[in-house]
């Protein structure tokens, strides 16, 4: 009898199996597609960004004159186009995981398509869009810095489109050629925990020089540029407040002996220094309040005097994605104020782009920090050979 | 045991090609078996021809490595013979798997399924050929009865006991009613006594069901009790086929000789040939002795001398023509080593008296009985 | 010759034998295990080969080593590889040495407690040691006043250590039980003091077991990708900079060639290790086992076990972090006890992983069982000169660094592959192929699980008697008939054995498949990754916790399902592995 009961396991096991594989696209296929609702969402296209660019001039940037060129197409276009209707829609989403998923859930209540998405680095995405050019894995790339995007566009993987709601967002913030629309900026800052920086008996830094101070040997980390949007945006800023590549490559050299760690991701520093295991990190401030509203108390954010540098959390459209017409519904979404105004509700607290949305009352105030010009143009492309020369002169450096 | 059913019935599909006559000659043509070995192609089997009849019990008999093992691997279709032929009755059985052949094999270490009951076991092959249950039921409580295993039938094989392990081997291959039984060495991992007993047994059920069997031992004893006729191998090559009796008075090599029961060989003088029989000088005397054929045309020729065909007498130094190395009391009979002239002898005496043997320097006389010596070719 | 000649012999004419046809059963059974590594193995490692001889990537690979920063990696690879080695050996030996030598108290616990890392999640330990030891760690700084940096070399050992011990540990603790008392009663009779027998019969006899458990502990510890990544710091090993080339850079050419780096050293121990586990053991020929053990006496005996039992309290405490770490806020920061990371994790992205990896877990492990049965069928019983072969490529899928394969993977199933324009194979890895990349990962789940069946089922089968399954085809069983009824339930303890480590490896694999996750198709582990990626520890502990829980689960039903009832029997003669879950030494020599 034994014997019998073998086979029958296995097969059961399979059946199981098989039949549990089965089960999610059997559901999917059933889920009704509900009539999208971009065009309520556009209304507000006609409004003026003027509340924006007040705030943005506080922060002394000399923004350039919104083209009125970009404005988009009547908003009917995009509503006649969704009548084709892709069940399905596949995000690339450059945040942190509960940001990705609290948007794409978001969206795929709102609009009944049936929305996933992996987390992936603007590094890991540019990479995975080409590997797969000729037959796109993903529709939509949302968040992470724009640089990547323009890196992506150069090498055409992601196509241009101008949603009718991008009218809306102040034109520096987003691609003058409609190959990416900003979603978010987020401010580069030190994210430092009080009672190690008492232990080691420093202060809140709050310039460029002060973290080269020989009190912060070994107490202070960043990401590697060659892995993350973050450090490569501290890399060109330091291009920017130095004024040349080689100023900034010196400066890091400098910096190297304080360096306890270049991590992988970007936000990795930030949770070191909640945990107390180094003083301060360099990364994203919105970051760095993420951690302080999850538990790691002791962390505080500063900004450099001498100016640091931003993101503009991107979103485009995946060159010949299989499902254009649910990406651009997409895309007309997020850029609506209903939409960033989610990510506060998972403790993200960049500064929206749409000048419609409420800002968090915990998000940095632009006013409080200096920024510089940051020509993401010049970034992207330099990002290459720029990002060679971190990892050959100063990260791999053996100390 | 009868009323088995045939291995063949009807209603399996698995052998239907095979043979369906329920015994029938085995006929080996020209079989070779090539290993592949450390220093080129090693020839286990070489050039063998052999016809079996149906109902005879056939042993293989030979030292270890002279490729009978081989041999019966063959028959059953473990091994694929390197070239050679095989036929059941008429029909060229080579091509057949081992598993369609009608034959069943009975295992040195019995290779009971440690996973089954002793019922399981024997019915195992039945239930492959999916006979019915009540059928099975019935034949397997038969077998268990015919090989005294009573009662046992539900305890798993490491309960038993040795003996008991080879009667489930012997009922399980019995059972299926194949045409050929195949024994491998199925008693050496017996102790001495139970393994007279099972070759008694195994010798009735075979006279009494006439299954055509096919024996592969090294001892030559049991070689004897059981056969029909036996082979003997050596080196991949028979030597010789006979009767017991054949190999044991009138073996044609000396390696068959010497396989067999002890053997003395003496170097002797041939005055004179006459067809199957030889005058010779040995011991200072001139004697008539049986004589192989090849003997006259061979150049060199011994005389094989039995042990109980020597007669030893206790004379004094001056008659004596050798004198003992040792003796050793055995119960029913005694063996005196002996150191003569023509060598060192063995020689056998039937009873003998425990506290009147001979001590090891005493001078005594060899003779020998002429009828059961044999001149060989060497 | 006495011939009775019958009549038909004359007639009867020598033929050539005829080769007899195997049941295809048998030809397909052992067609398809072949071809899955073939295209699961093989194929993409050829690809590898073959795309660092492009244009592109030759320039990059014959420059390799003239960057002082690559020979760096390539050096603190190695090293790390072998202080691994030494020290795993070392706390193997002494808690194998501890249950066979001591007469201690507690036994028992010590040695599950120090099987309790065989199913470890990638990032579980080294998260646990950063919030342990780290330089604010709870013991470290927070209790001791120490301010180490466990970042590094002296991290990366110790964890790595933990992690992979306890299969050497199996290993040795089979040969020491097997070793003949009568050894040690004879070195006794002849003079020799409790240390001079352990010194020159003890030891001596067990130095296979040192060498192979060496050379195993060698390619895990240079395989492993999930804690260089956390704890490496700045020590840069071959496998985490093979995956920032990739994931970072999209460099596949360099990530080639840090693949084949990675690879050479790896497939040479491998093979070395092979050697010398497959040579006969001298402690295994002694037979049955006579006299019984004796135990060492004196004091000797508390040192090791002192050891034993911190080393042993140290896998607990780290165990409890992981599961403190769940249910904490941010635990060694702030301790408030909470529930969001378990339901964040039992939420959306976190429950789809779950229960993609269970579910393609659940497909590949009976298949990779099946396969590694019949594999080891094949390789025992049924091959002739192409064993060696199949043996070694059925072995390979854990002599590969897991990144390595992972790449190939990318490498190869990417795209279609083409010959002669005609698609032989269509690409099934990544996001937009069928079923959305979950071939890919289970096949990669497949692939490295059938070595730990392979090497159980060879393990049993040596020990099961051809005869037995002789016996089968000689009572007129087909070769597919015998395997099934005989050849499996005499194997099943192996089976277990197998299943249960190609399971529990699955589901804790992430090097290999971190490349191939896709928006539909989530592992677990790849999540975790992300977490800690993220910091947020609390969520990876949560799904650490998960994940123990599924494969304890698991590995209890395949017990249920596989196990038991039908043990009772094997056991006298032919049970070649105890009925635990735990790996045989066999087994376990080689995972």
Request: hydrophobic letters at 45%; aromatic letters at 8%.
């Amino acid at each position: 009898m034994s014997a019998r009961i073998l086979p029958i396991a296995f097969t059961a096991v399979l059946v199981t199996a098989v039949s549990l594989t089965a089960i999610p696209s059997a559901s999917s296929a059933q889920k009704k597609v509900v009539t999208p609702k971009a065009g309520a969402a556009c209304k507000k296209s006609g409004q003026t960004s003027a509340g924006l660019v007040c705030a943005l001039d506080a922060g002394k940037l000399k923004w350039q004159a919104a083209p009125t060129s970009t404005v988009a197409a009547p908003t009917t276009a995009a509503t006649t186009k969704e009548e084709g209707g892709d069940k399905k829609l596949v995000v690339a989403c450059g945040a942190q995981e509960d940001w990705c998923q609290a948007l794409t859930k978001a969206f795929e209540k709102k609009s009944g398509i049936k929305t996933s998405f992996v987390r992936l680095s603007s590094g890991e995405t540019v990479a995975r869009l080409g590997a797969s050019k000729s037959n796109p894995e993903f529709d939509v790339w949302h968040g992470g810095p724009s640089d990547g995007f323009e890196v992506a566009g150069r090498n055409g993987l992601i196509e241009p489109y101008v949603s009718p709601n991008a009218a809306v967002i102040p034109a520096s913030y987003k691609s003058p050629t409609g190959m990416w629309t900003g979603v978010y900026i987020g401010v580069l800052g030190f994210c430092s925990n009080t009672s190690t920086l008492r232990k080691i008996n420093a202060s809140i830094p709050r310039s460029w020089n002060e973290i080269l101070s020989p009190k912060f040997k070994g107490q202070f980390a960043m990401s590697h540029p060659s892995t993350s949007g973050t450090a490569y945006t501290a890399l060109w800023t330091m291009t920017q407040v130095y004024g040349s590549e080689d100023a900034a490559i010196d400066y890091f050299k400098s910096l190297n002996p304080n360096v306890f760690q270049y991590t992988k991701s970007g936000i990795t520093p930030g949770q070191m220094a909640g945990r107390g295991e180094i003083a301060t990190g360099l990364i994203f401030s919105h970051d760095c309040l993420k951690f302080r509203e999850e538990g790691l108390s002791d962390l505080v954010v500063s900004f450099p005097g001498e100016g640091t540098g931003y993101e503009i959390g991107g979103l485009g459209m995946i060159k010949n994605a299989k499902n254009q017409s649910a990406a651009k519904q997409y895309i007309d979404w997020a850029l609506t104020a209903e939409a960033q105004e989610i990510p506060p509700t998972v403790r993200s607290y960049q500064i929206p782009t749409n000048p419609n949305a409420k800002v968090s009352d915990r998000a940095v105030k632009l006013s409080d920090v200096k920024l510089i010009n940051y020509d993401d143009q010049k970034a992207g492309a330099a990002k290459s050979a720029l990002t060679k020369r971190f990892d050959a002169e100063v990260a791999n450096a053996p100390r | 045991m009868t009323q088995l059913p045939a291995k063949q019935s009807s209603n399996q599909s698995t052998n239907q090609s095979a043979a369906t006559r329920s015994s029938q000659d085995l006929h080996l043509r020209g079989i070779v078996k090539e290993f592949p070995g450390s220093t080129g192609v090693v020839r286990a089997v070489d050039s063998v021809d052999l016809d079996i009849e149906a109902g005879e019990f056939l042993t293989l008999l030979g030292p270890s490595g002279c490729g009978k093992t081989t041999m019966l691997r063959m028959i059953a279709g473990f091994e694929d013979p390197t070239s050679g032929s095989i036929f059941l009755g008429d029909q060229n059985i080579g091509a057949l798997p081992a598993n369609r052949r009608p034959m069943a094999m009975v295992f040195q270490n019995y290779a009971l399924f440690p996973h089954l009951s002793v019922a399981g076991n024997v019915s195992y092959g039945l239930k492959i050929q999916k006979r019915s249950k009540p059928e099975i039921a019935e034949s397997v409580e038969m077998a268990l009865m015919t090989m005294n295993l009573n009662g046992l039938a539900d305890r798993d094989p490491h309960q038993l006991s040795g003996g008991q392990q080879q009667r489930v081997a012997l009922a399980r291959a019995m059972v299926m009613k194949p045409d050929v039984l195949l024994f491998d060495e199925p008693l050496s991992n017996l102790d001495a006594k139970l393994r007279v007993h099972m070759r008694n047994e195994i010798r009735d059920l075979q006279q009494r069901m006439g299954i055509t069997s096919i024996y592969v031992t090294h001892d030559q004893e049991e070689a004897m009790a059981l056969s029909d006729r036996i082979v003997v191998m050596n080196k991949g090559r028979v030597e010789q086929v006979g009767t017991p009796g054949e190999l044991y008075l009138t073996p044609s090599t000396v390696f068959v000789a010497d396989f067999l029961g002890t053997a003395n060989f003496l170097d002797v003088r041939v005055e004179s040939f006459g067809g199957d029989w030889a005058k010779v000088s040995v011991f200072g005397e001139t004697k008539e002795v049986r004589a192989h054929p090849d003997a006259q045309s061979s150049a060199q020729r011994v005389l094989m001398v039995r042990p109980e065909a020597l007669t030893v007498a206790a004379v004094d130094e001056a008659t004596a023509n050798a004198t003992v190395l040792s003796a050793s009391y055995l119960g029913a009979r005694a063996e005196l080593r002996l150191e003569s002239q023509e060598g060192e002898l063995i020689a056998v005496t039937s009873d003998p008296e425990p506290d009147q043997m001979p001590r090891a320097g005493d001078p005594v006389l060899v003779s020998f009985d002429g009828a059961r010596t044999y001149l060989l070719p060497n | 010759m006495a011939q009775r000649t019958s009549v038909l012999v004359d007639s009867l004419e020598v033929v050539a034998p005829t080769k007899r046809k195997r049941s295809w059963g048998l030809r397909l059974g052992g067609l398809v295990p072949v071809s899955v590594l073939l295209v699961g193995l093989l194929f993409p490692l050829f690809r590898i080969f073959v795309h660092v001889l492009d244009d592109e990537t030759w320039p990059k690979l014959t420059g390799f080593f003239s960057q002082e920063v690559n020979r760096q990696t390539v050096f603190h690879t190695m090293e790390l590889g072998v202080l691994v080695g030494f020290f795993g050996v070392v706390v193997a030996f002494l808690f194998a040495y501890v249950q066979t030598q001591l007469d201690v108290p507690g036994k028992r616990i010590l040695h599950l407690i120090a099987l309790l890392p065989i199913v470890s999640p990638p990032f579980a330990v080294a998260t646990a040691v950063i919030v342990l030891f780290g330089r604010n760690g709870m013991l470290s700084s927070q209790l001791l006043g120490i301010t180490h940096d466990i970042y590094g070399l002296d991290g990366l050992t110790l964890v790595l250590v933990l992690s992979f011990f306890p299969v050497v540990y199996m290993n040795l603790l089979g040969m020491m039980q097997r070793l003949d008392p009568a050894l040690v009663e004879a070195a006794k009779n002849l003079g020799a003091g409790q240390f001079t027998v352990l010194r020159t019969v003890t030891l001596p006899l067990l130095v296979p077991g040192f060498a192979s458990g060496f050379l195993l502990l060698f390619v895990e510890a240079i395989a492993d990708l999930a804690n260089p990544l956390v704890l490496g710091g700045n020590y840069t090993v071959l496998s985490s900079r093979a995956y920032i080339a990739i994931t970072g850079e999209y460099d596949l050419g360099t990530g080639a060639i840090l693949s084949l780096m990675l690879v050479v050293p790896a497939l040479s121990v491998f093979l070395l290790q092979r050697v010398i586990s497959n040579r006969k053991s001298v402690v295994t020929v002694t037979g049955k086992p006579s006299g019984s053990p004796q135990y060492l006496t004196g004091w000797a005996k508390w040192p090791p076990y002192v050891v034993g039992v911190a080393i042993c309290t140290l896998i607990v405490t780290i165990y409890a972090t992981v599961i403190a770490g769940a249910f904490t806020r941010v635990l060694g920061v702030n301790n408030e006890f909470t529930l969001d990371h378990a339901r964040y994790i039992f939420s959306g992205v976190g429950s789809e992983a779950m229960f993609d990896t269970l579910r393609l877990a659940l497909i590949a492990t009976p298949i990779a069982g099946l396969l590694g049965m019949v594999l080891s069928w094949m390789i025992v019983r049924k091959l002739g000169r192409s064993r060696g072969a199949v043996d070694f490529l059925s072995m390979m899928g854990i002599g590969i660094p897991g990144t390595v394969l992972g790449i190939a993977f990318l490498l190869s199933f990417r795209n279609p592959t083409k010959l002669f324009g005609v698609t032989v194979l269509p690409a099934f890895a990544g996001g937009s192929t069928f079923l959305s990349g979950s071939l890919a990962i289970g096949l990669m789940f497949l692939i490295r699980s059938v070595p730990a069946s392979v090497r159980s089922g060879v393990g049993a089968l040596q020990q099961i008697h051809p005869s037995i399954e002789e016996a089968s085809t000689s009572l007129g069983a087909t070769d597919t008939v015998t395997f099934r009824r005989v050849t499996i339930p005499l194997i099943r303890p192996a089976l277990i054995s197998g299943l249960s480590f190609g399971f529990a490896r699955s589901m804790t694999t992430l090097s290999p498949i971190v490349f191939l996750v896709t928006p539909d198709t989530k592992i677990m582990t790849s999540q975790i990754l992300g977490e800690v990626d993220g910091g947020r520890f609390g969520n990876a502990f949560a799904f650490c916790c998960v994940l123990i829980v599924f494969v304890a689960v698991v590995l209890g039903l395949i017990r249920l399902i596989v196990g038991d009832g039908a043990l009772r029997r094997t056991k006298k003669r032919t049970s070649p592995t105890p009925k635990k879950l735990v790996p045989t030494p066999q087994t376990a020599g080689q995972i």
